[in-house]
């Protein structure tokens, strides 16, 4: 069965570049997606199809793909972007989810 | 505008039944492939099962810890689906949300809690 592998922190100084990336096999043929989970809160789409931002998501958040690994990228990360992210693929037709990354904004 | 509204949990006992709904506007549920995953308090996310689209003759997929106790069905007249459990267990307990990818794009709604608990 297909994995994907996510760390479970990051930390990142406000204004400056937070990246959190995902591994999996299954990441060499299907799109990866990653979503952002505030506490309390119901996840949100950042980044579809590896690289798209759906409207409403600010510019600072860009996702990129290479071989069996993709990558999340806040630019300037702010305050606001605390949260869980959550990367996942869909394989064999079923959803597959990383572990989650706790990101810390200090 | 594409939404998925979902509801049904609530506090249930053990060995007990429940019917989860996910409502959807914007799109017709037929035409798309539409999934539940569940969240455990404190846990990451968890993919349940999923309903194919009627071009995918309306399949339904489950995830092995669930195999058998879970059941998806929809309801076109109603654009709902339905997420059913039998035989409710403590570890059930979490977060359910139904997901769907339209038009290339992904789609959660904002879940419903379920507790099982005596």
């Known amino acids: 069965s297909y994995e994907l592998t996510q760390p479970s922190s990051e930390s990142v100084s406000p204004g400056q570049t937070a990246r959190i990336t995902c591994s999996g096999d299954v990441l060499a043929k299907k799109y990866g997606r990653w979503l952002r989970q505030k506490p309390g809160q119901a996840p949100v789409l950042v980044i579809f199809?590896?690289?798209e931002r759906p409207s409403g998501i600010p510019e600072r958040f860009s996702g990129s793909s290479s071989g069996t690994t993709v990558t999340l990228t806040i630019s300037g990360a702010q305050f606001e972007d605390e949260a869980d992210y959550y990367c996942y693929s869909a394989a064999d037709d079923n959803l597959i989810f990383g572990g989650g990354t706790k990101l810390t904004v200090l | 505008e594409v939404q998925l509204v979902e509801s049904g949990g609530g506090l249930v006992k053990p060995g007990g039944s429940l019917r989860l709904s996910c409502e959807a506007s914007g799109f017709t549920i037929s035409n798309a492939w539409m999934h539940w995953v569940r969240q455990a308090p404190g846990k990451g996310l968890e993919w349940v099962g999923r309903f194919d689209s009627e071009t995918r003759d309306g399949t339904t997929d489950y995830a092995a810890a669930v195999k058998g106790r879970f059941s998806i069905s929809r309801d076109d007249s109603k654009n709902t689906v339905y997420l059913q459990i039998n035989g409710l267990k403590a570890e059930d307990t979490a977060v359910y949300y139904c997901?769907?990818?339209?038009?290339?794009?992904?789609?959660w709604g904002q879940g419903t809690p379920l507790t099982v608990s005596a």
């Open positions: 199809k590896d690289t």
């Open positions: 997901t769907t990818m339209w038009t290339g794009l992904d789609y």
